[in-house]
């Protein structure tokens, strides 16, 4: 049986959500049927600087997960993959049969299940069929769209019963401490706290946020390099260890300092003999993407789109010189999108090692980079590029019945 998925195929229209469920579960009521909805995210800026405490700038974006559901007393989540019809039962009630890890993507389903009954949270079976048109292993955070999704098709219609940023910090840790990556709270605040048409200001302290508008006259396009997210999580795991490492040393010098959001410039000079060479380039990378978050959202308010072309740059080449989590891929993109006139703003989005840049382009110029990543982009590097112009959107939620 040919199960590739057909492209020309919109799985995630809901009326074909709807008619899939249905096909697959003939008894279900359709009266009690409810579609949940979760956005990936790209991040304008601000990059490894959540995990040490710091300011970041993600919005949600309208490449999603959704699944069509019933929800049932029984304690599995049932769930067909609309593009491939597999259809796999997932444990999720009580905590005691939800069992180890096993690597594959039911874990985000799982690890949220046990995330929300550890909150003291209703979590329910269900029958449902998911959809995406956001892709996998591209660094725009498929997981943590998927972790929101089935905390909101686990909880009652509504939602899990507590705020939105609470349902990101929960999700973070079925992350961290089921699924096994140390991230931040970046890519689930995004996709549960996604705002219409702006970006967020998060400080990851805090967790205050602001809207920061993006300009109306500008696209924001992400293009995936073609270039998989494979060694990610340990290398990440390893970039965080460098940063703890370096935040302990200075602060046993400088009580006041918990984490890198606590140093700046002077002190880093200050201690930067006791560091060792990956803690001292890691922590001057944080220290200036953070300074760089808050002069974005100051030089966007301003119109002042050089600016924050200057300030993509500098990000995009501290991530690849100090951070180390860029590839040749990558600089290759950031380069050539550079050179077409109208883009405005370009450099490396997510975590790195593979994934995708975020630009910000006049309308105009949209065809013009396309044509430089399909032709030469493609050319000189054998990958296969997507490029997708974005809108930011509202987070995780449920969608009116077609
Ligand atoms: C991944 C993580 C986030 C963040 C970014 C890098 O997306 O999940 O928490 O650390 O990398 O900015």
Not at 41 to 64: C, K, M, Q, S, W
Not at 173 to 195: K, T
Not at 327 to 349: H, I, Q, W
């Amino acid at each position: 049986m040919d199960t590739t998925p057909d492209p020309a195929i919109d799985h995630t229209s809901p009326e074909r959500l709807v008619e899939r469920l249905l096909t697959e579960h003939p008894d279900a009521d359709p009266a009690a049927v409810r579609i949940v909805r979760a956005p990936g995210r790209v991040n304008i800026i601000g990059e490894h600087t959540d995990y040490n405490d710091g300011f970041v700038l993600p919005a949600a974006i309208d490449l999603e997960i959704r699944i069509a559901l019933v929800a049932d007393d029984g304690d599995v989540a049932d769930l067909t993959l609309a593009a491939t019809g597999e259809r796999t039962p997932i444990p999720v009630r009580p905590v005691e049969v939800i069992g180890a890890p096993t690597g594959a993507w039911t874990d985000y389903v799982a690890g949220t299940a046990l995330e929300l009954a550890r909150g003291g949270l209703p979590v329910h079976g269900f029958r449902g069929v998911l959809a995406s048109s956001l892709p996998e292993g591209a660094g725009l955070s498929s997981s943590a769209a998927l972790e929101l999704a089935s905390a909101w098709a686990l909880s009652p219609a509504g939602g899990p019963a507590v705020s939105p940023m609470d349902v990101a910090r929960l999700a973070q840790r079925a992350e961290n401490g089921y699924v096994g990556v140390r991230c931040g709270l970046m890519d689930q605040f995004a996709s549960a706290c996604g705002v219409d048409g702006a970006a967020v200001l998060l400080d990851c302290r805090s967790g205050a946020s602001r809207v920061v508008p993006l300009p109306e006259d500008l696209v924001v396009v992400v293009t995936h390099s073609g270039v998989p997210r494979t060694l990610g999580s340990s290398a990440y795991n390893d970039r965080r260890a460098d940063c703890e490492r370096a935040a302990a040393i200075i602060g046993r010098h400088e009580p006041a300092v918990r984490a890198l959001r606590d140093v700046d410039a002077a002190m880093l000079a200050r201690w930067a003999d006791e560091l060792d060479g990956a803690a001292l380039l890691r922590a001057r990378h944080v220290v200036e993407e953070d300074a760089r978050v808050l002069r974005v959202e100051q030089a966007l308010a301003a119109g002042d789109l050089a600016a924050v072309g200057e300030l993509f740059a500098a990000s995009h080449a501290s991530l690849r010189d100090l951070f180390e989590v860029s590839v040749p891929e990558l600089d290759l993109l950031v380069a050539l999108a550079a050179s077409v006139p109208g883009v405005v703003a370009t450099r490396m989005t997510g975590a790195g090692f593979g994934g995708c840049t975020v630009s910000l382009v006049r309308p105009d110029a949209v065809d013009a980079l396309r044509a430089v990543v399909e032709g030469e982009y493609r050319a000189r590097t054998g990958r296969e590029p997507r490029l997708w112009p974005v809108r930011a959107v509202v987070g995780a939620g449920e969608l009116p019945l077609p």
